[in-house]
């Protein structure tokens, strides 16, 4: 199958007349702005937002458009802009595919001898900060919205640099100083495409379905909904415990299992687990494992 008739599987919405237009978490220079250029090619339209829910609104304000938002970094991990939104709008927005980016990361700057300042995203400083210890011990470390923020910011002062994409040199006019070497060199952030209508899986492979489930607040209640899913076998891919806003100590769930409702184990599993819910939404059954290199 040609990579366009993919993507118009996948999406369900590119044609040869419009062009599929897709949001992701910018400015340009970020990995969300790497992977949509990697996923989506030529064909779509990317379209720059300053935060997650930008993101989603984007989704919820276009029909027939798509979003690309982080919900897990393999150092950071869960991005939890993304879950708490996701459980906000569950009914409204769905999941269309997962997406995985393997992160390479450089050390953009000016003149590594006069750095004062680096800049990056909070999971990158994470992920680094016992390379910039060692390397740069004097160097304030600034967290701030995204690493393509970070460039901007190192490009604007001359003893600034940035942990970020190699790709956003060349965005905000600055050199690549030097690539660090860290102990835990595999670092993935996991993507999902969002959009206004579950994805259509009309091809075998590996699938995932997402759940919001509300539990009564009651001993026990988290134990009881797992349990017909391990009963049926079904694989718990993810789960994040949520707060509710205004009611302290109750929590909403955000979950993926392994599979769809068309195969029986997972049907079953679903309605066993639904009955103990007081209510479990479900975010879409979506292709799974798609991975691409930064």
């Known amino acids: 199958m040609r990579r366009t008739d993919h993507l118009s599987r996948v999406t369900g919405l590119c044609t040869k007349r419009e062009m599929l237009e897709v949001f992701y978490l910018g400015p340009e220079g970020t990995f969300?702005?790497?992977?949509?250029r990697k996923r989506f090619g030529a064909r779509a339209r990317l379209s720059a937002r300053p935060t997650i829910e930008r993101v989603f609104d984007g989704v919820l304000a276009a029909p027939g458009a798509l979003g690309l938002v982080p919900i897990e970094n393999s150092s950071g991990g869960?991005?939890?802009?993304s879950a708490d939104l996701l459980i906000r709008h569950a009914?409204?927005?769905?999941?269309?595919?997962?997406?995985?980016?393997?992160?390479?990361?450089?050390?953009?700057?000016?003149?590594?001898?006069?750095?004062?300042?680096?800049?990056?995203?909070?999971?990158?400083?994470?992920?680094?900060?016992?390379?910039?210890?060692?390397?740069?011990?004097?160097?304030?470390?600034?967290?701030?919205?995204?690493?393509?923020?970070?460039?901007?910011?190192?490009?604007?002062?001359?003893?600034?640099?940035?942990?970020?994409?190699?790709?956003?040199a060349a965005f905000y006019g600055l050199k690549v100083l030097e690539t660090p070497a860290v102990r835990q060199k595999v670092n993935v952030t996991h993507f999902f495409v969002i959009g206004a209508e579950p994805s259509h899986v009309s091809s075998p492979g590996a699938v995932?379905?997402?759940?919001?489930?509300?539990?009564?607040?009651?001993c026990g209640s988290l134990h009881r909904?797992?349990?017909p899913f391990a009963r049926q076998q079904v694989s718990l891919s993810r789960i994040v415990s949520r707060p509710v806003p205004g009611q302290p100590q109750t929590y909403v769930f955000f979950l993926e299992i392994e599979?769809?409702?068309?195969e029986a184990r997972v049907a079953g599993a679903l309605a066993r687990a639904g009955a103990l819910t007081e209510t479990l939404t479900s975010l879409g059954t979506y292709p799974s494992g798609g991975r691409f290199k930064s």
């Open 78 to 81: 869960t991005v939890y802009d």
């Open 259 to 262: 599979g769809g409702p068309g």
């Open 32 to 36: 969300s702005h790497i992977l949509a």
């Open 208 to 218: 995932k379905t997402g759940l919001v489930a509300a539990l009564p607040n009651v």
């Open 225 to 227: 909904f797992l349990g």
């Open 91 to 168: 009914g409204g927005v769905f999941i269309r595919e997962e997406l995985a980016l393997d992160v390479r990361i450089a050390l953009l700057g000016h003149d590594k001898k006069t750095i004062t300042t680096v800049f990056s995203h909070f999971v990158q400083i994470k992920h680094h900060a016992e390379w910039l210890k060692a390397r740069y011990p004097q160097a304030r470390l600034r967290a701030v919205a995204s690493t393509a923020v970070a460039a901007q910011k190192a490009a604007a002062g001359r003893n600034a640099a940035a942990l970020a994409s190699p790709g956003a």
